[in-house]
């Protein structure tokens, strides 16, 4: 997903000044953080609105940056916190937004040229599937899915990030596929 | 590749297809902004030249600071000016004050020049008494610490000289033939001549008795003390030291005839025991005294170099050599910056 190394470079060079490097960074990881908070949040304008709290904070931290971590590692601990925040100032874990009423969360159908019609409801259909199967994995089996996925993190990573032992966020990761592969399964 | 790593990679697969959404375009545009304005060089980093193009300031903003400082620099100039002017009309202080105050009050019937040569004479009081003279039993009652003597200004000249002054003939017509070969500078150098305005009243009317007291006491300084340049004068004598002081000094080096140290004028005996009782010299110091106010114009008319100078020639016009070598004396020292006419260089 990433070249390591690169993205720290990257970092560095802008807390040097340098403003394109900022922006192959954010290139790079705009959307696996926005799809990370997309799919925790209730809905797409407070996603939009953390996501840019996170890229402010990363934007605020360019002087202090050291690469003592992975970038991405140290990115998505900022998502991490920014999520905890929101969800301290709601004072309730809020709903999760569904497929239904995010068309951007949906994969246009039409994008797929090699499929038909049919293919294409079938595409819809598994990606409403396995979307409202994550939303409905407990938080922190979601969470530590999503920053596998989107952020490209290992176990050892995630556990850094979300600030949990290893075998923790081991063990959230293989319940929330566990609970995937069931949903999908009992979906067919 | 087992089953279930098949199947987690077909959730992985299915995820990815499932989630492609993006941040709004706007959004990225509004950090991609901040990101690069946090980075850009600030306003005030810029050159100095770009300041006006980068912030183009308001005439306040602009002028607000050499406005504050030319402002408080004309309050500071002012307030100086002010302080100075109003310290420069503040009336002189009347310095003949001073030296009076700090002199031990004199008995009331006699500030005559005797208690001020006695004043004068308290540096070189330190050299045992006399004996047999005004001084000799003065020196017991007198106040231990010697007042310090005045300043050799023209205002604190004391009233004493006036009844010295007229004195002064008489002394010189008696030491000229002892000393008229001797340059020893006399106490009256140094000594500014009286202002018209000091102290008439106390000058114009000494008591003739502690004048002859003081001048019997002078006069028969020299008779003891043949050796005249072993007196020391002391340089800070004071104007107050009087036209009697010349004689001090000569009969200061012998031991038995030094000066009068100062005294409180309470405590002088009313007649000296070793005074001389010659008529003449009384007669003379009679004359003297009742010549005093015309010695006060003197002293009055030197107080200016071209005055010494014109008196000195009248004084060698009259033929009388030894005065006015005394009077270019006491002019040298008075204005030592003044040129003397080549007359006078000559003359000395």
């Given amino acids: ?188 | 590749m087992t089953s279930r790593d098949r199947r987690d990679e077909a959730i992985e697969r299915a995820w990815r297809d499932a989630s492609r959404d993006e941040p709004p375009r706007h959004l990225d545009d509004a950090i991609l902004a901040r990101a690069r304005e946090a980075v850009a060089p600030r306003v005030e980093e810029a050159p100095s030249e770009l300041w006006p193009l980068a912030h183009p300031r308001s005439w306040f903003m602009r002028w607000r600071v050499p406005l504050a400082v030319a402002a408080t620099l004309v309050v500071s100039a002012t307030v100086t000016l002010l302080v100075y002017d109003s310290g420069m009309e503040e009336p002189p202080p009347v310095v003949t004050d001073r030296p009076l105050r700090k002199a031990p009050p004199p008995a009331p019937p006699a500030p005559s020049g005797a208690v001020i040569e006695k004043e004068s004479a308290a540096a070189p009081s330190a050299q045992p008494a006399l004996s047999g003279t005004v001084a000799e039993k003065q020196p017991a009652s007198a106040p231990p610490p010697a007042p310090p003597p005045a300043k050799p200004s023209a205002d604190v000249v004391p009233p004493a000289p006036s009844a010295t002054r007229e004195a002064q003939p008489v002394e010189r017509k008696r030491a000229q033939p002892e000393a008229a070969s001797t340059t020893q500078p006399s106490a009256e150098s140094g000594r500014a001549p009286a202002p018209p305005d000091v102290a008439p009243g106390r000058a114009g009317t000494p008591e003739p008795r502690r004048a002859e007291e003081a001048l019997g006491a002078s006069r028969e300084a020299p008779a003891a003390a043949p050796a005249p340049t072993a007196a020391p004068v002391p340089e800070r004598a004071p104007a107050a030291a009087g036209a009697v002081a010349p004689t001090a000094p000569r009969a200061a080096p012998a031991p038995m005839a030094a000066p009068p140290p100062p005294a409180a004028p309470t405590t002088a005996p009313p007649v000296p025991q070793a005074a001389p009782r010659d008529n003449a010299v009384r007669e003379k110091r009679d004359e003297s005294l009742q010549a005093a106010p015309g010695t006060r114009a003197r002293a009055a008319a030197l107080a200016t170099p071209e005055a010494y100078v014109e008196r000195i020639r009248e004084l060698k016009r009259a033929g009388r050599e030894a005065e006015a070598r005394e009077l270019l004396e006491e002019l040298k020292r008075r204005f030592p910056a003044f040129e003397l006419p080549d007359d006078l260089k000559l003359a000395r």
């Fill in chain 1, 1 to 188: 997903m990433e070249a390591h190394g690169e993205d720290e470079e990257l970092m560095l060079r802008y807390g040097a000044g340098d403003a394109r490097a900022f922006e192959r960074l954010y290139a790079r990881h705009k959307g696996g953080v926005f799809r990370f908070l997309r799919r925790q949040c209730a809905g797409n304008a407070v996603a939009e609105e953390l996501f840019q709290d996170v890229w402010m904070r990363v934007v605020s931290a360019r002087a202090s940056y050291a690469p003592s971590a992975k970038f991405t590692t140290w990115l998505y601990t900022i998502a991490h916190n920014r999520l905890m925040d929101h969800y301290r100032s709601l004072g309730r874990r809020p709903p999760h937004a569904s497929l239904d009423d995010e068309d951007a969360a949906v994969p246009d159908p039409g994008a797929d040229p090699a499929g038909g019609p049919e293919r294409a409801f079938d595409r819809k259909r598994a990606a409403e599937r396995i979307v409202a199967a994550v939303e409905a994995l407990p938080d922190a089996q979601r969470e530590a899915f999503l920053l596998q996925q989107e952020g490209g993190l290992s176990v050892d990573e995630i556990a850094q990030a979300t600030g949990v032992p290893f075998e923790t966020a081991k063990s959230r990761l293989r319940y929330a596929l566990a609970k995937l592969r069931s949903d999908l399964e009992d979906a067919r």
